[in-house]
Every structure is written in C-alpha cells, then in structure tokens.
C-alpha cells in the first residue's frame, strides 16, 4: 500500500465550490489535486444529518418543560454545492392544563412521533453521504493508483 502526503497550500481553491488546494506528491512529482464537489457534498450532508440530530434529541430532552416551544429543522441548499439545516422556532401553542394549584400551565408542543421520524430520516442522510464519501475517495485513490 502506498502513502501519499498532501500539503495544503494558501489561498482559495480554483473549483468555484469553496474546496481547499492540496499539493499531492507522488514519485517526488508536486500535483495540484482539488478536493471535489462530491466530497464537500457528501461531507456537508454528513453535517446536516447529526445537525438534524441534534437538534431532535433537543427538542425530545424538553418534551416535559412547560412552555417549551420545538425547533423545526429541514435541509436546504447552502448555494455552494452543499447543504445545511434551515432552522425555524414551532410557535403552535402546546396543550393548556391545570395544575393542583388551580394556575394554567402550557405543555410544550413537542411531537414524539414527528422527532422520530425526524431521527429516523436524518439517519438515512447520514448513511447515504458517508457510502458517497467512501465511493468518492476510492474514485481518488484508485485515480492515485494510476498516476502512480
């Protein structure tokens, strides 16, 4: 198996996707490699995927806080040739009780179901870009094994 080093250089990438230059050296040989689309892609949908996440587990934590108020999440193009989470407060009212006391009280507006789906959906987007990243940097290093 051979090894490869890359150096990354100053400066913006030439790509036009916002990728980083690395100088790759193979047989002492300096090649200008730029990290492709595919890549950052895959790499910003693995973001938004645990983003996703997080924000489910934050939302699913303050199922029982009184007057808690959800966060909705989706996934929208970042214009750069990847994604990222739009976020947005879920202002619905939660379900109003009264306590011993005799005050009101609203329950948060939390959807156990929708949270799960949400879990469920942003482990598919998870999987799907880390085989695409895989795919894409066995694309690089079988493009190494030929030059080398």
Known sequence: MRVYHFHPLWGKGKGGYGEKVYLLTIRSIPIEVII????????????????????SAHNVANTNTDGFKSTAASVIESGNGGVKVS????????????????????????????????????????????????TSSDMIGSIIDILA
């Open 36 to 55: 492709i689309p595919a890549i950052y892609s895959s790499l910003s949908g693995i973001k938004a995927a645990v983003d996703l996440k997080n924000v």
């Open 87 to 134: 976020l947005s407060r879920n202002s619905q009212a939660g379900t109003i009780y009264q306590r011993v006391d005799g005050t009101e009280v609203e329950s948060s507006n939390v959807d156990i179901v929708d949270k799960t789906a949400g879990k469920i959906n942003a482990m598919h987007l998870l999987r799907a870009n880390i085989a695409a990243l895989k």
